[in-house]
């Protein structure tokens, strides 16, 4: 019933809170026998790591260094639950006790504890964004088994602080701090996030995820669509608020001769259904948005209420950022991996209809 | 593995395809003694049911009836699982023979060949909205959960044919064949998908679901976020492309000082969150949105391929729906009463913790 | 967290009363393209049905006839769920009104009241051995999985009524109305079960369950072991209060050098194991048995209370069996064969890192 | 699909191989506010701490100390994921190289090679009792939730090496090192074990557990009984082959009128159910069985196969145990506890019905 668990087929347990001793994951359906050690995880965290700086994000350093504790031997998979363990360094120093009785808008403080009737105020516990470095590790061993299929997955910036980015030259994403397939956009974007964090306020924008190579077919009718679990994926990381897939809300303003996608020997024609049809992959690339709200930790004074509930005032103090977005783009990369890799591992056990000759054979054969 | 159960506490199967003999649920996890009766159910079904007429909505009658085979007695339920059937009737008589070797732009056919190498071209077979009729009929029964809190769910048409409606009269739903709560707006949607329909095109639209006097404390961080089912739940419908909660997309475009909702001891003094902080509901009105593409089946002419992989042409002939949000408001209403029963069976297991004395007193009772 | 389905990727819902209008299964996840009639699942059905009379078995009588509501298209199924639904026959006439307010010692009565505050007293309702007609149709779907890989189970009666089988002679298990591989033993049961039958009292009894040619490699590390489903596959048939895999019990009194199964290049030169090794199939026979209650139906006078908590005596009369055992080994088949099929399929998704470049092929290729 | 997952409600997740750096521990589903320290955990560990000496068990050492690396703050749980970490410390230095090639008999190094392709040789790798640590570790916080409601479990051996416990002096289980309630049962057991090691044998033996103050009214029908959920968790369990609730096999050979309980206003006149009626808690005490087999490590020479399916002799060295049940012991405590709390949690979120006045006083009530 606890919610800690993604995934049927690849499943990945999350644990840990902001300021708690450390933080991990547990993997449990790797396949066995793919090639796996720190440093393929270590790559993708480095690239969540908070204190990139810039003017969009400047805060809470930490290493991140992540830990192997069970599931490979001799640097390959086993099959047996893969365990993952990354340290939580510069939390200790830090005071939070002002927000122990004050409930800050925007954050989940109110609702954790109506929840749970107790809450860890600090850095917001288990719903602080720290929790999602859990994810990209995870994200980095799901990507083992969609290379298999030389499946690639980009996340990458297409608005930010109200400037929308006008191209999508994806050769351009690593080479800004905010993954943003336009170089122009994305200094305009830091201009104008500087700009409004100078005020003490944040930022929302929206981060554009593609996936290629996926073969048709992936995606379980009628509840666990493709396009529904990478819906619940992105919701289910914090600052989201919105999620499309292909056309997306501009479908809705569409009509049906523009939207429909025609088909031709070659392959589809065009791509407003983002890859997905019926809810299963259709071989066309996958592409999914996710709309961020602007990080609820502004220095601006707002109102709230305390725990006593009574009525008061907070401003949210220290180095904060001026939008998750830098960290969140890995993230959302990262659950659209654990998306697709459960649903590889998910489709393929059908197969046995199509090679039990093969396991025959084996039944048949010898005991080695 | 396979998707056609929602829900975890209150958990629903569906089955059946748009032209075998029947479909329905299996809802397994509903608490016993709640009042449950066949028209109970029916009454949400009629909203549902196609062949209301109008310009936008044509097409196949069926009457729906739904049967109650097990998980009642004397009227009320057991706890045991409730199985509802509804036989299909208009289904038999046509004839989709011409559509058994071509692939439909904008549907299933393509991508349910590649997942299973067989499908049923008979309307859609599973992939038909007609498998929605068994969602809304469990979506009656999850109310009956809510009844228990007073918890209102109400769907209804904020966009259609490029028409947004202005205003939000929840009282005028129920008055007009879209489910639109501006009259005005409502009708102009006719005139407009009208004028497609004549075409032979479709159109797209919003539908808004709000749901009221939900307590705070629902959801389960970090995956099952409340939001984050939602967003699965509404995604999982045929036609979704987009799902928002709250603020949603704008978000983006919004600060942080715009988009934080300040707290008072009367409460939240703005809904950008959507009744949702951190993935826990927050005692505000839940508000969620999902953008509808429009219909795929349209009679202009179509670049389309054949199950041997030639080109051809294709019109989906037959009086078909302009639109398919007069059927999946309730669909969506539907969606989001199953997840809020799930989310309120999911977190009250936890108040044993508050009232172990009951429980012990039972303990130390006597046997009756 | 209601419990009414079994199995992960071969994963079966039974719902239906003993006295309700009718009872069924829905089976998600059977794998598309097997041949699949209702005649296939009548055979099995026929098999359990009540009322094929002899001393042991008298009772009821249900013609107990399958249709297939969905999930199957020109005799092949689809790969989307199979609604299976048995209409009740003989239910209604009888007369369960003296039951209303009086708990049958070894019965449900009084449980399923604390469960659920509220009871189907008409035949036990939901608890009734009728529900296992279900489980019956769905094993007989599982076996077309099995069927691809030639593996065949049999169940059979090695005690009853204090008599044990000396042999194991499969060929004799259809030839007698208790399932028993030795005919001798058959005989002398059945004279034992009449004899307590006369006195209105009833027997337990022995059922042994056997798979061969399941190959080696089936059974998920460490919870879902395969001994450990099959373990609770098996209990969770009413009346069985033991269950033992290969040497069973008596593994306890044996010791490391006796119980251990030596391996020549062969093959294994025992089976104390009963086919499986820490929790994964290893290519020997499975081998499993589980302990059957006597019916707790008896005429003799028993000691109880009412549900007002008041002691009275209760004789629960009409034409019981002396012996659940002829209508429980078509059931513990079926048990079996839903966890080998549910394994089947869990267990070779992970072969997609032994063909990927088959599907790697595919992705390559052109659409069709 | 994968297995390591134990529990719906009170979820279990384990990971960790014998001679990795660590095994561990995912709880998702604790309740919140708990009183919950590492001194709690490591009592429950210290029991099951291998080491303890005399003749059955001699072998390796490990302090097992225990971490809490999540899920509690200020010393009470917070209702979210508990992460619990054990360092392997002595197995480093151990040589297992002489058995990278060769399957012992009777463990699972064929089994696991066939399942994963790959095998972590070393002790075992997943498939070592090791892994038990992990399960004790969780049992000791299910029984946090246990003690709302004071139900007490106790584990205890009954049998060892062919000896019989005569008696059940309750009393006597903490004072000898076999957990065994009959003190002159528990030395013959040690000498007649010491007999068999002595020659390089193992011996078997049966371990009873035992819940009092179960509340009536756990267990799911149909597929999640309670006794069905038992025997999973007890079968899961390395060494057990067989698992018995009440009278368990014996009741294969009693008659219904000797094996019913009747019912006095008082309560059960006897307990051959175990506890449970129908897969429900009747609030007996709960009673059930593992047989265990003899530890498949022993000195004496046997036949088996290496890698390349050559015949060959192994003699397994070392200082093995002569029987596992010194450590089972806990181990099957911690399954009862495990199982009992997951039912606790799924049966009472249907409090809801019977509690709705309170919840709805809160959502009426001010925001504190």
């Known amino acids: 019933m606890a919610g800690n668990t993604f995934g049927k087929a690849f499943c990945v347990t999350t644990w840990g809170e902001s300021h708690g001793p450390a933080l991990g994951a547990v993997i449990d359906g790797c396949p066995p026998r793919l090639r796996l050690i720190e440093e393929t995880i270590q790559k993708a965290l480095d690239k969540r790591r908070p204190g990139k700086g810039g003017p969009v994000e400047t805060s809470r350093k930490e290493p991140d260094k992540v830990q192997i504790l069970s599931g490979t031997f001799e640097g390959l998979t086993t099959g047996t639950p893969i365990s993952l363990l ?22 989940g403080d109110y609702t954790y504890l109506k929840r749970y009737g107790i ?28 290379d298999l299929l030389g499946i ?27 993954f ?43 509840f666990d669509k493709l396009d529904a679990e990478i819906a619940k994926a992105f919701m289910s990381v914090g600052a989201v608020k919105g999620v499309e897939i292909g056309s997306g809300i501009k479908a809705a303003y569409m009509t049906g001769s523009q939207n429909n996608d025609p088909i031709s020997p070659e392959g589809f024609l065009s791509n407003n259904a983002g890859g997905i049809l019926a ?11 996710a709309a961020i709200k602007p990080i609820p930790s502004i220095s601006m004074e707002q109102d709230t ?45 059908i197969e046995i209809t199509d090679y039990h000759t093969t396991i025959r054979d084996r039944v048949n054969g010898k005991l080695i």
Not at 121 to 134: D, K, Y
Not at 154 to 169: F, H, M, Q
Not at 279 to 289: D, F, L, Q
Request: charged share 30%; aromatic share 4%; glycine share 10%.
């Open 279 to 289: 809810g299963i992959s259709n071989s066309e690339p996958i592409v999914a948005r």
């Open 305 to 349: 209420i305390n725990t006593r509930g009574e009525a008061c005032k907070i401003k949210v103090g220290g180095r904060h950022d001026a939008s998750a977005i830098p960290r969140i783009v890995p993230v959302l990369k990262a659950m659209l991996q654990l998306v697709l890799a459960d649903h590889l591992l998910r489709r393929f056990q």
């Open 119 to 146: 809450r860890d105020h600090r850095g917001g516990g288990r719903s602080s964004g720290r929790e999602t470095a859990a994810r990209v590790a995870a994200g980095a061993v799901a990507q083992l088994v969609l």
């Open 180 to 222: 943003c397939p336009d170089m122009d956009a994305a200094e305009k974007m830091e201009e104008a996030a500087l700009k409004y964090r100078t005020k003490g306020d944040s930022v929302g924008g929206i981060v554009e995820v593609q996936a290629t190579r996926v073969p048709a077919g992936l995606g379980e009718p009628v």
């Open 86 to 107: 990354i340290w939580n360094k510069d939390a200790r120093s830090k005071s939070y006790e002002h927000l122990r009785e004050v409930f800050r808008p925007g954050h």
């Open 152 to 178: 690639k997955v980009l996340a990458y910036t297409v608005s930010l602080a109200g400037i929308d980015a006008k191209e999508r030259d994806l050769d351009q994403i690593e080479r800004n701090r905010l």
